[in-house]
């Protein structure tokens, strides 16, 4: 027995369905600073994709969901995340120098591409320095001056600790232009593979 079924006239209709994007959100782990000092801002929600502007920052790739800014004068700045074409704000205020003779670490940041050496130098303290962080394996890890070369883009900690005192350096480290790579091309000799 064979039987037949045959259906007619059916529609599904449309299905859609609504991307909703949470919206991006911006803090700062010290809203007060003294001047040359790190704030660390940390971005939340849009697509995960950031973008980081702000007063006298020239950076042109400054993104990833944590970036660190520093500013030599007094006042109140405005740091802004974009993502997902929203955007959101987080103030900064920055107060007077630090204290004569306190252990400081410099610059209290710096962007690099990445590939690029971070430098930097401790004043202060006893005049005894160890720096430490969790990125890098150090293995000369003494001296007033440091360099450091990451192997991943984001945002790192470089720590310097003297009589018991510690100071961090903070250092964005950026995707930098990629440069297209080329296959050189075989010489043309006329023959292939087994042919006389």
């Keep these: 027995m064979i039987t037949a079924l045959a259906v007619t006239g059916m529609s599904l209709g449309t299905l859609g369905f609504a991307q909703t994007v949470t919206p991006v959100a911006c803090s700062v ?4 600073v003294g001047a040359n000092q ?6 939340t929600g849009g697509n995960g994709t950031y973008t980081w502007s702000g007063p006298s920052l ?6 990833g969901s944590q970036f660190a800014v520093s500013y030599p004068n007094a006042g109140v700045y405005t740091i802004t ?6 955007t959101a704000s987080c103030n900064m205020t920055v107060t ?3 204290t004569s003779g306190s252990l400081m670490c410099s610059p209290a940041t710096q962007s690099v ?7 930097v130098s401790a004043t202060g303290g006893s005049g005894a320095y160890v720096w430490t962080s969790p990125d ?15 192997a991943s883009t984001g945002l790192k900690t470089l720590t310097v600790t003297s009589a018991g005192v510690a100071a961090t350096c903070e250092i964005n480290v950026l995707a ?4 297209p790579v080329t296959t050189p091309g075989l010489p043309n000799t006329g023959g292939g593979y087994g042919q006389q």
Excluded at 81 to 86: D, E, L, N, Y
Excluded at 139 to 149: C, E
């Design 38 to 43: 790190a704030a660390t801002f940390t971005a």
């Design 81 to 86: 995340v974009a993502s997902a074409g929203q």
């Design 29 to 32: 782990n010290q809203s007060s």
């Design 58 to 63: 020239s950076i042109t790739n400054a993104s």
């Design 113 to 119: 591409t990445l590939g690029q050496t971070a430098s």
């Design 176 to 179: 930098g232009a990629v440069t």
């Design 96 to 98: 007077g120098t630090a």
């Design 136 to 150: 890098v394996t150090i293995s000369n890890a003494n001296g007033s001056g440091f360099s450091v070369n990451y």
